[in-house]
């Protein structure tokens, strides 16, 4: 069987060449996929949530991995109902949201690292959600650097889109695409696997297991020929002519002003220069000019166009009839706005979108240059939000909650909620404005819950902490927590400018062409030190099991845990893992583990020597292959 790497490289070339998959459900025999998933998701805050069984990602081990591939070698690997919660909507509503055990999370990964890398090539440069090196400000950008000109927005809105993905069609779109049955049959088994609600067991007719970690690329799979729809039918019916016609009008003022300068009339060209910054070059009604243009992120998806509205109706109900018919889906018309781009603003991702027009900004060279060009806004609703969350009667308060906080950690709160809220909305052309009232909102309540914390003034509190750069003369709020031995820690609230960045947080353009997939050692430190298959606690060779926990500010908390030998360790390495002999990990979990550990267990990580795996040899000790 090939290496990991080499299949992966593969999947990636057929996917750029147009060609089917096939005989992919063999590769998940092989243990180094699930390794890598074990590596790549054991971090996650999900990992140590139970589903509708008590597993978790505690007592991870290689015999595990053997046991799920021997049960897919035999088509008997059954999936587990999701446990099924609820999470809070921005709109105030309620999502379901299903919570899988460890091993169908493994499962998943496992065929998310295999189908990736194909169907990444087969999928619509259009789409920008839930894929490597993109996001919502990739989105963003393409609309912002590639639509000018536009006319019309056009909200796409689908009524629960995840909800109501038909299984039949999602199976139909993956067939076309993969010729093995085996695998098939996995996914569909998957799909229909159910949710345990109140502890019964419900089954499910449609949508994608939501919560899950293959989800995201399933979506995507299915809205993929919605993108393919879009580019390859309405673009081409709606796009014609390689430039807008001339405005007579404008010709006309034109000509009298080359006329008046001749004449040296120094009173007709500026009265002409006026008339025609007022006056519309090219001619927005051309009949021989149209321009469609399209973007998705997950099942968001926005088009502009740039035509008559009668025509942009038409496009919204073309794309209804071909939700309905092909994908089963249903567009919500009265959400599916159609949107005029200079008089009303779009909304999408949180940002509000609409093309400016400002005949009396003239750059050096004499030309309208932002007339046209998209403008991305921070709406105001974002300040209200923030508003209504730190304030009560149009009165910013103080958070009680926060005083137990010793004051690092209660200014690194806030300032991860100004940092979090001007990351997202950097883009946009308003976001100095918006932001500095937003910093203003938390401001107020952080030094109101310093001050209540302290039994101090709000004015104490800006004399105890505030700093003044002396570079660039802007204020900060910040603590200095002094360590014996270390660096001391430092929390600062503001402190960098809210300047806007067009271009998004790294400044640069995202490059879409760039080959996501690299090849190599993927291996994590945790997964070595599996495969090393010795105890860090006592030292014995053979089969571990990894101990987790959920966080090491749990073990450090005063209490009978941190007296224990394994959370000594764990809290010197800085792990949320230990790698553990069977007969450590009972007793760890039945709190009776007091044996001494060796004394180089207590240092530094790097102090266990963890083997390195021969490449392409067998995988610890009765590898399956």
Request: glycine share 8%.
């Amino acid at each position: 069987m090939r290496n990991a790497d080499t299949v992966l490289t593969i999947h990636q070339d057929r996917g750029s060449r147009g060609l089917p998959l096939e005989r992919v459900y063999k590769h998940l025999f092989d243990p180094e996929f699930f390794l890598r998933a074990y590596g790549k998701i054991y971090r996650n805050a999900g990992a140590m949530t139970k589903g509708s069984t008590s597993e978790t990602v505690d007592s991870m081990s290689l015999q595990k991995i053997h046991d799920i591939i021997a049960l897919l070698r035999q088509e008997r690997y059954v999936w587990t109902p999701v446990r099924r919660t609820e999470i809070p909507k921005a709109n105030g509503k309620m999502r379901p949201l299903g919570i899988p055990t460890w091993s169908d999370k493994l499962v998943q990964e496992a065929l998310r690292t295999l189908l990736e890398p194909y169907y990444e090539q087969r999928f619509s440069d259009h789409s920008h959600g839930f894929r490597p090196n993109r996001g919502p400000h990739t989105a963003l950008q393409e609309v912002r650097k590639t639509w000018k000109g536009t006319a019309w927005f056009i909200e796409g809105d689908i009524k629960g889109c995840f909800d109501n993905i038909d299984h039949s069609v999602l199976l139909e779109i993956i067939q076309r695409d993969i010729h093995d049955g085996r695998l098939i049959r996995l996914i569909d088994g998957l799909l229909k696997a159910g949710y345990m609600e109140d502890w019964k067991r419900r089954d499910t007719f449609s949508g994608t297991p939501q919560g899950g970690i293959i989800s995201p690329l399933l979506s995507n799979i299915y809205l993929n020929d919605l993108d393919r729809f879009v580019e390859d039918t309405l673009i081409p019916a709606y796009t014609k002519g390689a430039s807008r016609r001339t405005n007579p009008a404008y010709n006309r003022i034109n000509n009298e002003l080359q006329r008046a300068r001749k004449a040296n009339d120094v009173e007709a060209i500026g009265r002409l220069k006026r008339a025609m910054y007022n006056t519309m070059s090219m001619d927005s009604m051309d009949p021989d000019y149209r321009r469609l243009r399209y973007v998705r992120y997950a099942d968001d998806f926005l088009l502009g166009f740039a035509g008559p509205k009668k025509e942009a109706e038409a496009i919204r109900d073309r794309l209804s009839e071909f939700l309905n018919e092909k994908l089963k889906l249903q567009l919500s018309i009265e959400k599916t706005l159609i949107t005029h781009a200079v008089d009303e603003k779009a909304k999408f991702l949180g940002y509000e979108i609409t093309v400016s027009r400002a005949n009396t900004l003239i750059t050096k060279d004499g030309r309208r240059r932002s007339n046209g060009c998209i403008a991305l806004l921070m709406p105001r609703p974002t300040i209200a939000k923030v508003l209504g969350r730190y304030s009560s009667g149009g009165q910013i308060l103080h958070r009680p909650e926060l005083e137990p906080d010793d004051d690092y950690t209660i200014i690194m709160r806030y300032q991860s909620v100004l940092q979090g809220i001007y990351n997202y909305h950097c883009m946009a052309t308003n976001v100095a404005r918006r932001m500095a009232h937003i910093k203003h909102i938390l401001e107020i309540s952080l030094t109101k819950t310093l001050a209540h914390k302290h039994r101090i003034s709000v004015t104490e509190v800006y004399r105890k902490y505030r700093f003044i750069d002396r570079v660039d003369n802007r204020m900060s709020l910040r603590v200095i927590v002094q360590r014996p031995n270390k660096d001391p820690l430092l929390a600062i609230f503001g402190g960098f400018p809210l300047e806007r960045k067009p271009d998004g947080l790294g400044g640069k353009d995202f490059d879409f062409d760039a080959s996501w997939f690299q090849a190599g050692n993927n291996r994590s430190e945790i997964v070595q030190r599996m495969l090393a298959e010795k105890c860090e606690l006592c030292g014995a060779e053979g089969p571990v099991q990894m101990h987790h926990v959920r966080k090491l500010a749990d073990l450090d908390r005063a209490g009978r845990a941190t007296k224990a030998t394994w959370a000594k360790i764990m809290i010197a390495r800085k792990r949320k893992s230990l790698a553990v002999c069977t007969d450590c990990h009972k007793d760890i979990h039945a709190g009776r583990y007091d044996r001494p550990s060796p004394a180089k267990l207590t240092g530094e990580p790097g102090a266990v020597k963890v083997a390195s795996p021969v490449r392409g040899g067998a995988i610890g000790k009765g590898a399956v292959r």
